[in-house]
């Protein structure tokens, strides 16, 4: 283990994630799910600060001036009452996201002091940004940032594996965002392992529509929906390996060759507004939108002529305008 640094600050971003391809292969003995996918970060997600010490009541603060913004504007404040009794706290400038024990964010920092004996007191601030219950990962996201600032902190005390290990640790999607880049994710998504170059650099900068109805979907009920159809609602692993095994091995072989995600079958059939929109933008505009995850965040790759305006008021037509529409591209 490497010797404490000084620093005692740090600002890591939080990216959010698409599947591109998922398929769910079975239940494991333990509960988990087995999985093959490909997933890529994009360049969009939400931010956390770090910083370890006592806090202190400085004027101009980031997190002060945030809640100023907020009350200004008559909204609602983030809860400031995360406290634990280890000295790890937690605020977050959208109030619908828990500060306590039950953020991943928290299980993340308790986990990285028992591993490395690091125990300075650590607040945490996040700028949330990736909605919930979309299926972009944003939960996820955050708990790795969060490692990967407290390392920064701590002086790099663990090697790339285990922290890689640690972020398994904390849940099976948290590994897949230490590369920084598109990775093959395996098991219940622990196995990690970054793309080949030259596959990574036909998803890398492509631009994404990113969508998402004002509803969220549970990701712990559509993979019982999926185990509810059992074998039906699965795909083989030999399949699915075959798959991704031909999409890598051909070099002219555009993203959208890879695309597929059989959790949709669950969400579809009980959200309608997903196939009904999903169905609309293929025939208007020969789009191949499809399900991120388990959802209910949809994601679109753009052609460089995309009528992005377009595309948008037709989702809010179907949607409403509560929607959520974004477009960005893979980081």
């Given at each position: 283990m490497s010797g404490f640094a000084a620093v005692n600050s740090a600002v890591v971003f939080a990216p959010a994630k698409i599947n591109l391809f998922l398929a769910?292969?079975?239940?494991?003995?333990?509960?988990f799910h087995d999985l093959v996918s490909v997933v890529a970060?994009?360049?969009?997600?939400?931010?956390?600060?770090?910083?370890?010490?006592?806090?202190?009541?400085?004027?101009?603060?980031?997190?002060?001036?945030?809640?100023k913004r907020k009350a200004e504007r008559g909204e609602q404040t983030a809860d400031d009452g995360g406290r634990t009794a280890d000295g790890i706290t937690l605020e977050c400038d959208e109030a619908s996201?828990?500060?306590?024990?039950?953020?991943?964010?928290?299980?993340?920092?308790?986990?990285?002091?028992?591993?490395t004996g690091w125990r300075e007191p650590v607040h945490f601030r996040l700028e949330k940004r990736i909605p919930l219950g979309a299926g972009l990962g944003g939960g996820s996201s955050d708990a790795t940032a969060a490692l990967r600032g407290l390392d920064l902190l701590a002086g790099h005390?663990?090697?790339?594996m285990a922290l890689a290990e640690l972020a398994a640790r904390v849940g099976s999607d948290c590994a897949l965002f230490l590369p920084g880049a598109p990775v093959a994710m395996r098991g219940r998504g622990e196995r990690?392992?970054?793309?080949?170059?030259?596959?990574?650099?036909?998803?890398?900068?492509?631009?994404v529509l990113v969508f998402k109805p004002d509803f969220g979907i549970s990701t712990p009920w559509a993979y019982q929906r999926l185990a509810a159809?059992?074998?039906?609602?699965?795909?083989?692993?030999?399949?699915?390996?075959?798959?991704?095994?031909?999409?890598?091995?051909?070099p002219t072989a555009p993203a959208e060759q890879l695309l597929g995600n059989n959790l949709e079958r669950p969400a579809?059939?009980?959200?309608?507004?997903?196939?009904a929109l999903l169905g609309e933008l293929r025939n208007r505009f020969a789009l191949a939108p499809q399900l991120s995850g388990?959802?209910?965040?949809?994601?679109?790759?753009?052609?460089d002529n995309a009528p992005v305006p377009e595309i948008a008021a037709t989702i809010r037509a179907a949607w409403g305008e509560a929607a959520f529409v974004l477009a960005t591209a893979f980081s």
């Open positions: 769910v292969t079975g239940r494991r003995a333990d509960g970060p994009l360049a969009w997600g939400d931010t956390l600060w770090v910083e370890s010490g006592e806090r202190k009541a400085e004027s101009g603060k980031p997190e002060e001036k945030s809640g996201v828990p500060c306590d024990e039950t953020n991943l964010i928290v299980k993340a920092a308790r986990l990285f002091r028992e591993a005390p663990l090697a790339p990690v392992e970054a793309l080949p170059a030259a596959a990574a650099a036909r998803l890398c900068g492509r631009r159809e059992a074998p039906a609602g699965y795909v083989p692993m030999v399949e699915a390996e075959a798959r991704l095994a031909a999409w890598l091995a051909n579809f059939t009980k959200f309608i507004a997903l196939p388990s959802g209910s965040a949809c994601f679109a790759l753009l052609p």
